[in-house]
């Protein structure tokens, strides 16, 4: 991995391009998010700077993200999430990292990619990315601390509650899940069975 910038240096560049109170988010899901990549073995460096970077385009004009979305993801997303910037924001950040700061790691673009709505094929650092931004301590929803324990007992488990409960959430509200959490929660479901069968 040959990455321009180091740690230090790129959590100055976030911390210019959000307001505080998402810092203080994005600071605590690389918290988690390392926590993570040391109970399941994955690489903390690029979970940290993935962690880091998720959230960096959260806070740009919505016509901006739209244009990036329109010439690179168009074709990789339902039509519906244009109007979206809460989905937005992930591919849209996934392409502006790898423009501007030069990160061309695929398991971190592809985790800031998806971070948003899940996908179907998620590697490890992916996983730990999308559930440490639902869990992070700042985080505080009624099942949150459940959802917690149970990711730190079981990563796939842990991400199957988060969908389960953020889907009774969404259909409370009249709302549905997004297809690639749903893709994504069929996924997880299947990698448990074959766990179960080993
Ligand atoms: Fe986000
Ligand atoms: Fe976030």
Redesign the pocket.
Known sequence: MFIIYNFTELKKIVKEKVKEKRFIHILGVVQMAEKLAKIYGADTEKVKIAALL??IC?EMNIDEMRKIFLENYKDEFPREDIDNSQIL??PVAAYWIRKNLNINDEEILNAVKY??VGNKDMGLIEKIVYIA?AIELGRDYPSVQEIREKTFQNLNEGIILEIEKKGKFLESMGKKSHINTIQMKKELLKELEKKDEV
């Open positions: 998720h959230d959260k924001h992930g971070h948003t931004d």
